[in-house]
């Protein structure tokens, strides 16, 4: 089993920065891949950025291309969401989810992880 918490959501102004934090516990998650999902109230939960669980390989969803950054540092268990240049669309709950890594697999999908974080609210104001 392993259990993700995440962190470092708050209320930011449009142009503004934010990290949020996943930390796993229960068993390393070396060998897992990563993903972000947010959900903004009355929509759908949607795919943001996964990274592969060597960190050697990302994806990001069009709208946080060139402002999101997602990192993983295996020592300290955690994958990190740099964002950059907020927008008020940006504006959710933010989710971490991680499933167990191998070739070929669609990171952007929600079906595809098992383990999921209970979430972080980010809100930017314009």
Not at 16 to 34: D, E, K, Q, W
Not at 62 to 83: A, C, E, P
Not at 94 to 99: M, V
Request: with cysteine; glycine share 12%.
């Amino acid at each position: 089993q392993v259990q993700l918490v995440e962190s470092g959501g708050g209320l930011v102004q449009a142009g503004g920065s934010l990290r949020l934090s996943c930390a796993a516990s229960g068993r390393s998650f070396s060998n897992y891949a990563v993903g972000w999902f947010r959900q903004a109230p009355g929509k759908e939960r949607e795919f943001v950025v996964a990274i592969s669980w060597s960190g050697g390989s990302t994806y990001y969803t069009n709208s946080v291309n060139g402002r999101f950054t997602i990192s993983r540092d295996h020592d300290k268990n955690t994958v990190y969401l740099q964002m950059n240049s907020l927008k008020p669309e940006d504006t959710a709950v933010y989710y971490c989810a991680a499933e167990w890594d191998y070739s070929g697999r669609d990171y952007t999908k929600k079906s595809q992880y098992t383990y999921w974080g209970q979430g972080t609210q980010v809100t930017v104001s314009s």
